[in-house]
């Protein structure tokens, strides 16, 4: 089987996000989404509701799972005998920082990373702005699946 894992902290998961995730799952046979994140940075939604949320989007994704991770890539990879991650880059500046993560991953691991574009309708978005825009009354209808859309209004608005 092959199958790939997408990391990251998804605090919330935003279109960006969806629309790598789906298009890895018309690629592999699994895409395991993997929740995880720096435990020293503040997050809106503690890491079972970041699962859950994504769960609720991507519920017609037959072969997308979602899991948490802590610690390094490389070993949830080997545990789950995953042998590459899907990651989207948005801009030049995603760069630098994700091909030090990459080839430090093949070092450690051996474990590849594929590189996907983002979709330009999304090219500019980020869970952070997402949070900004949302709560000073901005709307992001269009940015976020609709379980998010109604997570982050009770949150943030009320
Ligand atoms: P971070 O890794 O900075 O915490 P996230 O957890 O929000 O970022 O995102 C996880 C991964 O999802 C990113 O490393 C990137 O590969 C991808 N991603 C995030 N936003 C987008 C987007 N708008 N378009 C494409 N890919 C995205």
């Not at 890539?73 to 995603?94: H, Q």
């Not at 993560?101 to 980020?126: C, D």
Request: aromatic letters at 8%; one cysteine or more.
């Amino acid at each position: 089987m092959r199958r790939v894992v997408c990391p990251g902290s998804f605090d919330p998961v935003t279109n960006g996000h969806l629309d790598i995730i789906s298009r890895a799952a018309q690629l592999y046979d699994e895409v395991v989404v993997a929740v995880g994140g720096n435990p020293a940075k503040t997050t809106l939604f503690t890491p079972a509701e970041r699962v859950e949320l994504i769960e609720g989007a991507t519920e017609k994704l037959d072969n997308v799972r979602v899991d948490r991770f802590e610690g390094l890539i490389v070993d949830f990879c080997r545990a789950n005998n995953i042998s590459a991650v899907v990651k989207g880059l948005r801009a030049v500046s995603d760069f630098d920082y994700e091909m030090q993560q990459a080839q430090m991953n093949y070092s450690q691991g051996g474990v590849e990373t594929l590189f996907m574009t983002t979709n330009p309708l999304y090219a500019f978005l980020s869970s952070s702005l997402v949070k900004d825009f949302c709560k000073f009354g901005g709307d992001v209808s269009g940015l976020v699946p609709p379980v998010v859309l109604e997570e982050l209004k009770r949150r943030l608005r009320s």
